[in-house]
Each structure stands twice: as structure tokens, then as C-alpha cells.
């Protein structure tokens, strides 16, 4: 262990795997650690044993629920965008010959008490029992105006500036009512909250045309794909990549401890009384846990079932956003369902997580609108994680850290943050000139 390295990464979470992947085959000499015998770190597959451990102590799973090694139950788990960043980086990583991904049944919106499919287009707009037939031809006409903008011709604007006009006034444009520009803003743009409405509209109208193209990339019944036996697939992929590149892994480190000069400036980590020097350190907050500030917590539900969520087709794979608004609080409350069909669970069971930032300190009661969706559940787990992100100056002390995962069920903003860790450590403007970095959070 006493080499000298140009990266040292601490952590074996989806954010750092990918970071290390990357850097590897940038040419960068990589030493990739983690104090935990496993990889995935806070975002890592548990299998049913492990679940009750975590969550149960010293009780034992019941039979009926099957054999544990059949469960592959992520603690973060979130949906993957058919055309997103993180395809993207799949492709040009050629990560994907580790991985095998099935497309997500459906995506569907909760609205006025009921559960609905998203509309994603004109078409759909028109047949979606969300919206009023007046309503619907407002909706199309909205739907027609962001399928044809392109940001390059000023014929498709129609005399707007996006990067101006805020999301209210594009939308106060078409007249929408507060239920469509909900689901809209929500459901298809992705936003978490609504602030988006007073930010320029190019933003939005991005997102839209995103969720789009990837519902028409793999014709599904939704945007999403998803790894067959989940995502703790995804880690231990890019470990392979970034092994290939020649990067070094060591996992079971206890006590990795940043050292740092009298400048403050990291110069290496100490681990069992070796000591490995390096110019720069990529980790989670937890390595550092002086330079992060606490900035919320996730609330959220586990649940094992033996039926798909009702109203949603029967869909095996299913994500169900509730809008805050339709719920009375200050963010959004996701809804991610999984089954066998991903090789997640035994035959006829069904993995449901409900989730949401917490706003206070009851999650059975705060959950209690998702849970109720789910219908008659097997068993159930509630938690409450700190959310952390960064306070230092990466320029300074040469530490780049991840922020904690959020409460959304699908990975744009996870990928965002790698992104741009990834500019920060090399100075590139993206990964490669032809990824754009399209934000969703």
C-alpha cells in the first residue's frame, strides 16, 4: 500500500465506483478502498437475511417469503433514464457488457386521490384521464410546442427566449390549469419541488423532451430501465472497469484516515499503519465528516408484497410520483415497485419502497399516503436517514465528496453529482464532448 497514487477513492457507493471507473480509463493510477467487506457502500443489495439483520436484529425471516438468496433488495434504489446521462456513460464506459437491463413497466402520476398513467405526448395527452377535453387540446397543443423546440432553430420558439421566460409564463401561455402543470412539472420534467416555476423555462422544457425520447427508445410503458438483479450490479460493474484500467481495490480497510499537510491540502490515507500518498481523495461524507453539512433526511418504507400495486396494469416494475401539492407538504413522495421479473425477489413476490424527504419524525405517519397505495403488504420496514453534501473548497484541500442520495426514485440527479465531481477532478467539461450534462433533481 505505500505507493504513491494520482486518486485515492474511499467508498464503494454507486457515485464512487462510477468516479473510479471513469478516472481509470482517463489513465489515471486509481486506489479504490472502503472499510466495509462489501461493495455499494449506503447504496448497496441486501439479501433477505440481511434485510432482517438491518432492520430486525437478531430475528429470523419468515419461510413463506422464500429463500433469501432469491432477494436482491437495494437500500437506494432508483430507476435509470432509457436516454439519460447515465446510459450515456454505460455506452461509452462499455460497462454495459457486465450489465443486462429490462424495461420498466409503467410510470404513472397520483392525482386527485387516483393513480394515473403519465401522459408523455399530443397523443396520449388526449386519451389521459387526468384532464377535461378542453383541458386535453390545451395540454397537446403545450406537448406539440416542446416535441418541435429545438434550442438551435429560432423557428420552433415561437418568439420566446427560454432562457428567460420562466416556466409559469411558458405555461400561462397555453392557459394549463395547477393539476396539469402538476403532473407535468412532476411527473414528466422530474422536479422535486416547485420551484422550478420560477426559473427560466429552457430547463424544464429540456427534462420534458428527455422523458420522451426515453419512452421511445425501448417502446415500453415507461422512460425507465432498470438492472436485472438490481443495482448493486452497477458498483461492482465499473470496480471491473476501473480493475481493467488498473485501478487497485482493497476492501475491509478499517479506519481509512485522510491525511493532510500543514496546508491543509491532502497528501494521502492511512490504513492500518500504512500509509498511501496521493494528490487527490474522492469520497463519500461519511470519510470526511468534518467538511459536509447535514441538508435534510429521507424518510422511506420497504415493503414485501405478493401482488403488482393496484392501479397500474399489473405491472411488475412500476415508479408512482405524488406531487407535494396533491399531498399538502413541501416535496414530492416517490413510489418505486420491483419484482421477480428483475430478478429482485422470489416468484410472486413484489419489492415496493415508499420515499420522501422527511419533514418530521414519524415516518409510518408521514409515509402513510404511498403505503396506502401498495394494498396488503407481507412485511414492512420504516427508516430515516441524514442527507449530507459538501462545505469545502475541492481547490484547496484536493477532497472531492459525494452528497448523500435523495429521496427521488430515479437516477439523473445521482448522475449530475458524478458529473460534476468528475469536471471538478479533471477540469474536462464532461466525460465525453458528446454527453451534454442534462440536470434532473
Known amino acids: 500500500m505505500d505507493e504513491e497514487y494520482d486518486v485515492i477513492v474511499l467508498g464503494t457507493g454507486l457515485k ?18 472502503d ?3 462489501y461493495y455499494g457502500g449506503e447504496s448497496t443489495s441486501l439479501n433477505l437475511i440481511q434485510l432482517w439483520k438491518r432492520f430486525r436484529g437478531d430475528d429470523k425471516p419468515p419461510p413463506h417469503l422464500g429463500a433469501s438468496r432469491d432477494y436482491n433488495i437495494d437500500m437506494n434504489p432508483k430507476f435509470i433514464m432509457a436516454n439519460g446521462n447515465l446510459v450515456r456513460v454505460l455506452i461509452h464506459t462499455d460497462v ?11 410510470s404513472y402520476v397520483f392525482n386527485k386521490g387516483k393513480v394515473h398513467k403519465v401522459p408523455a405526448n399530443d397523443m396520449e395527452a388526449l386519451k389521459s384521464p387526468l384532464m377535461g377535453l378542453f383541458e386535453k387540446r390545451r395540454a397537446r397543443k403545450f406537448f406539440i410546442y416542446v416535441q418541435n423546440y429545438n434550442e438551435s432553430d429560432p423557428k420552433t420558439h415561437e418568439g420566446m427566449d427560454l432562457t428567460r421566460v420562466t416556466t409559469k409564463e411558458l405555461i400561462a401561455k397555453y392557459g394549463l390549469d395547477d393539476n396539469t402543470i402538476d403532473f407535468i412539472g412532476h411527473a414528466l420534467a422530474l422536479h ?10 429552457l430547463d424544464t422544457v429540456k427534462r420534458m423532451k428527455l422523458y420522451a425520447e426515453s419512452l421511445a427508445r425501448f417502446q415500453g410503458g415507461s422512460p425507465y430501465i432498470y438492472p436485472l438483479y438490481g ?10 472497469l476501473s480493475a481493467v484500467y ?16 500543514e496546508e ?7 490504513s492500518e499503519g500504512e500509509t498511501a500518498k496521493c494528490k487527490k481523495v474522492v469520497c463519500d461524507p461519511s470519510y470526511l465528516p468534518g467538511k459536509v453539512r447535514k441538508v435534510g433526511r429521507v424518510a422511506r418504507a420497504i415493503a414485501i408484497m405478493s401482488h403488482p400495486i393496484p392501479s397500474t396494469d399489473d405491472s411488475h416494475s412500476v415508479q408512482i410520483i405524488l406531487p407535494q401539492k396533491q399531498l399538502g407538504r413541501k416535496s414530492d413522495m416517490y413510489l418505486f415497485c420491483c419484482s421477480y421479473t428483475h430478478n429482485v425477489a422470489p416468484k410472486g413476490k413484489f419489492i415496493a419502497f415508499v420515499s420522501t424527504e422527511a419533514e418530521t419524525d414519524q415516518p409510518a405517519i408521514e409515509l402513510k399516503p404511498g403505503i396506502d397505495l401498495l394494498g396488503p403488504v407481507d ?4 427508516d430515516i436517514y441524514d442527507r449530507y453534501e459538501p462545505v469545502n473548497e475541492p481547490t484547496l484541500d484536493n477532497c472531492f465528496i459525494s452528497t448523500s442520495y435523495d429521496a427521488t426514485t430515479h437516477f439523473e440527479s445521482t448522475v449530475d453529482d458524478v458529473l460534476n465531481m468528475y469536471t471538478l477532478i479533471t477540469g474536462k467539461v464532461s466525460v465525453m464532448p458528446w454527453l451534454p450534462l442534462v440536470s434532473i433533481s
Open 96 to 106: 454495459t457488457k457486465y450489465l443486462y437491463f429490462k424495461a420498466v413497466d409503467g
Open 35 to 37: 472499510r466495509n467487506d
Open 231 to 240: 443495482l448493486g450490479e452497477l458498483p461492482q460493474a465499473f470496480a471491473r
Open 246 to 261: 488498473g485501478g487497485t481495490y482493497m476492501l475491509n480497510k478499517p479506519e481509512c484516515k485522510v491525511e493532510f499537510d
Open 192 to 201: 422535486s419541488d416547485d420551484r422550478y416555476l420560477a426559473e427560466p423555462a
Open 264 to 270: 491543509g491540502k491532502v497528501v494521502g490515507v492511512t
Open 16 to 33: 464512487e465506483c462510477i468516479l473510479s471507473g471513469l478516472l481509470s480509463v482517463d489513465g489515471l493510477k486509481v486506489l479504490h478502498m
Open 379 to 382: 412485511e414492512i420496514f420504516f
